[in-house]
């Protein structure tokens, strides 16, 4: 939907409409629940494992040590081959963003780890106050708090507690675009930037703000120079720094090569994704991927739905192109759930849906969702033994 420029006579600052400060501490109130719940579940799902760990342990595992080796070893110069000769996937794999942040932290005298899970929450924190005021700008209030409630209680929420990057990148794909929508630029594009900059998938953020700044320029009397900056800017990010790991190495395909070499993550135009669902749901042996297989089902009519909306066309575009990424991309399957959740594209029904109701059937709707929600993904990093 578009509106006029923020602040005129027809529109409300967005601070404003957002409830201002009530309104964004209700918003980080949702994400602290969220997060507590399922600290919780982590804690008690992990007392009846053989493996006995720490909350922080969990945590802190799986990509987390990729992270951290970033962090704090840096890059490496090439390839990194096993005693057979075989090509291994490396540090290089993981975008910059993330292991800054958490070397800055180390730098004034963090324990890494812990400035690794501070950066992610703080990220969290700054990922709920983003989605609200986009929830805001596009729908009101009402669906901010929904679009916050839902996405930081979906199935692979857990990762926003976790040392992983999707709460960086979920609070700057969504201040992207709150920013473009209401015609902030210069914010847009240095956010878009960081976005590209966080993981691959920022270069669908990219193209969504391509499609943000072509309708800018295009209204009457729009301005030219800035929308084109900021979506130039945000277009450079990805590009940067696969150009940077193919010089590095000496190879241009490089960043791709150990893609697949260490997590088998190639584009194959959906073949493995397609043979994964067709394999499960016919013969499927236990609950955890079948239950995988139905999420990217439901995730695809959701976003059926939501196209049939009509919703914002930026915000289209970038959650269609991620999630012909997530679905056309061979690898794990079960980190697929775990890179949908910064889609934002699959939740808009139900965000629209929940604005729209009684508050009490809202509510009570959006707390069935995030038990489910949060138990699931404090059972991935418990009991489920292999990465999420």
């Known amino acids: 939907m578009d509106e006029p420029e923020a602040g005129t006579a027809q529109t409300p600052r967005l601070w404003d409409a957002a409830g201002a400060w009530r309104g964004v501490l209700t918003a980080i109130g949702i994400l602290a629940l969220t997060r507590a719940g399922q600290l919780l579940m982590i804690w008690w799902l992990g007392g009846a494992t ?26 490496p110069e090439g390839y990194t081959y096993d005693a057979n000769g075989t090509l291994q996937g490396n540090e290089l794999a993981f975008f910059p963003v993330y292991p800054i942040l958490i070397r800055a932290g180390a730098a004034i005298g963090i324990d890494p780890g812990t400035a690794a899970l501070g950066v992610a929450w703080i990220a969290s924190v700054g990922a709920a106050i983003a989605l609200h005021l986009l929830g805001t700008s596009l729908y009101g209030k009402k669906a901010g708090w929904a679009l916050v409630a839902i996405c930081c ?10 040392a992983y990057s999707e709460s960086i990148f979920l609070a700057l794909v969504a201040g992207t675009f709150v920013a473009a929508h209401r015609k902030v630029w210069w914010a847009a594009g240095l956010l878009g930037l960081a976005t590209a900059l966080s993981r691959p998938t920022g270069a669908a953020a990219a193209l969504g703000l391509a499609v943000a700044a072509l309708i800018a320029i295009r209204e009457p009397g729009g301005r030219k120079l800035a929308p084109l900056a900021a979506a130039a800017a945000a277009g450079a990010g990805v590009p940067l720094y696969l150009g940077w790991v193919a010089w590095r190495v000496g190879d ?13 993550t190639s584009f194959d135009y959906g073949v493995s994704t397609f043979n994964f669902l067709k394999t499960t749901l016919r013969t499927g042996d236990g609950w955890v991927p079948m239950s995988v297989a139905l999420i990217l089902l439901v995730a695809l009519a959701a976003a059926g739905v939501a196209l049939a909306q009509k919703p914002w066309l930026p915000l289209a575009v970038y959650g269609v192109v991620a999630m012909i990424l997530v679905y056309g991309q061979a690898g794990f399957y079960h980190s697929k759930p775990r ?17 729209r109701a009684r508050p ?29």
């Open 50 to 75: 053989q493996e006995p760990r720490t909350i922080r342990e969990r945590l802190l595992i799986w990509d987390a040590g990729w992270f951290l080796r970033v962090a704090m070893d840096g890059y």
């Open 153 to 162: 209680s979906a199935p692979a929420s857990v990762v926003l507690s976790m």
């Open 252 to 264: 241009l395909s490089a960043w791709f090569k150990i893609q697949t070499a260490g997590w088998g």
């Open 339 to 355: 890179l949908l959740l910064p889609v934002l594209l699959t939740l808009l029904p139900a965000v629209v849906a929940a604005a």
């Open 360 to 388: 009490r059937v809202a509510v009570l709707s959006i707390v069935a969702w995030a038990l489910f929600g949060l138990w699931y993904g404090a059972y991935l990093v418990t009991v489920w033994p292999y990465t999420l």
